[in-house]
């Protein structure tokens, strides 16, 4: 069975621009949660949607934002990059919205801001 | 403080040795509770959940503190393949989706 996938695996953008990263879920699961991960730090959790609703928000800023498609897949969007943007932009799938199922992580996209 | 603290790493240890993790949590309405590894540039993988009762599986054994608010993680027996970083993992009844992570542990397990 595929995993969680992301694409695309690596980008460079530079400051002011937009960028927009893919996710799609395990078969069968219905959230998608969205983290930043800077090096040395553990992942930032950024977003949860779960039947296309939003679930859960961490502390970033409006400049992200997110959506869920109806087949489950999922888009994150940064506006206006920030060189503080750069970092492993990590998706999990789970079956169900909320902190009690376990998630499974994509590879990540690896986003690199100049 | 953290939301989620984890021991300050990095632990060195022998093959064979046994080696725990503590992870804290701050916010009491924390409703579950897991530990991932996550292997350098790669993503974290789940290890295991974290239940009430504590849990094993092979080599590891993972305990829940509800009153002192701490997780724990042992390994027993380490083998090399072991060496990676340990993220403790704790999501919260409130801000439903929101599961928040630790900085991780790294542990390096030498011949």
């Known amino acids: 069975d595929a995993g969680v996938t992301q694409s695309p695996t690596h980008l460079i953008k530079t400051r002011g621009q937009h960028v927009t990263l893919r996710c799609s879920p395990i078969s069968g699961h219905k959230s998608v949660s969205w983290y930043q991960q800077v090096l040395g730090q553990g992942p930032q959790f950024i977003f949860q949607?779960?039947?296309?609703?939003?679930?859960g928000r961490g502390n970033f800023p409006d400049r992200f934002s997110a959506r869920q498609f109806p087949n489950y897949s999922s888009e994150l969007n940064v506006n206006a990059l920030l060189l503080g943007d750069s970092a492993l932009y990590l998706c999990?799938?789970?079956?169900?919205?909320?902190?009690?199922?376990?998630?499974?992580f994509g590879p990540g996209t690896r986003l690199t801001v100049t | 403080r953290k939301e989620v603290e984890q021991d300050p790493g990095p632990f060195n240890v022998p093959e064979g040795a046994t080696v725990a993790f503590n992870c804290t949590y701050s916010?009491?309405?924390?409703?579950?509770f897991f530990w991932y590894r996550q292997d350098c540039r790669k993503e974290p993988k789940l290890l295991m959940s974290?239940?009430?009762s504590g849990n094993e599986d092979g080599r590891f054994t993972a305990q829940l503190n509800r009153a002192s608010q701490y997780i724990s993680l042992l390994i027993r027996d380490s083998k090399l393949s072991d060496s990676a970083t340990y993220l403790c993992v704790v999501g919260q009844r409130t801000n439903a989706g929101k599961s928040t992570f630790g900085d991780g542990t790294t542990l390096t397990v030498k011949p």
């Open positions: 974290v239940y009430s």
């Open positions: 916010n009491s309405a924390s409703q579950s």
């Open positions: 949607y779960y039947e296309k609703e939003e679930r």
């Open positions: 999990a799938s789970s079956a169900a919205g909320g902190p009690t199922y376990e998630q499974y």
